[in-house]
Nanobody
Framework: QVQLVESGGGLVQAGGSLRLSCAAS?????????MVWYRQAPGKQRELVAS???????NYADSVKGRFTISRDNAKNTVYLQMNSLKPEDTGVYYC???????????WGQGTQVTVSS
């Protein structure tokens, strides 16, 4: 059974930090997948926030560049998203997935809520 479990969200003041985790299990092995973090704000479409390839090349949305850092621990089959200098517009539900499954809309987890107060 494929499972992606996000955690680490919460309520934080603007300027604060959070570290999100995404534990993969079942037939998802992050070591052989490009992994992505998406977020969905209320009333908006899900948007790509960050990605990390199997070679650890990273890419970020312009809105989070310089503030967020994606990383991976292949031994723990876990992906992380370190979020610093948080802004109210970062509020939303954050999801992780493989790039492939995100593209076909499969195996999304429950996400983790991030709320940034001003």
């Amino acid at each position: 059974q494929v499972q992606l479990v996000e955690s680490g969200g919460g309520l934080v003041q603007a300027g604060g930090s959070l570290r999100l985790s995404c534990a993969a299990s079942g037939s998802i092995f992050i070591s052989i997948n490009t992994m992505v973090w998406y977020r969905q704000a209320p009333g908006k479409q899900r948007e790509l926030v960050a990605s990390i390839t199997t070679g650890s090349t990273t890419n970020y949305a312009d809105s989070v560049k310089g503030r967020f850092t994606i990383s991976r621990d292949n031994a723990k089959n876990t992906v992380y998203l370190q979020m610093n200098s948080l802004k109210p517009e970062d509020t939303g539900v954050y999801y992780c997935n493989t790039l492939r499954y995100a593209g076909i809309g499969r195996y999304w987890g429950q996400g983790t809520q991030v709320t940034v107060s001003s």
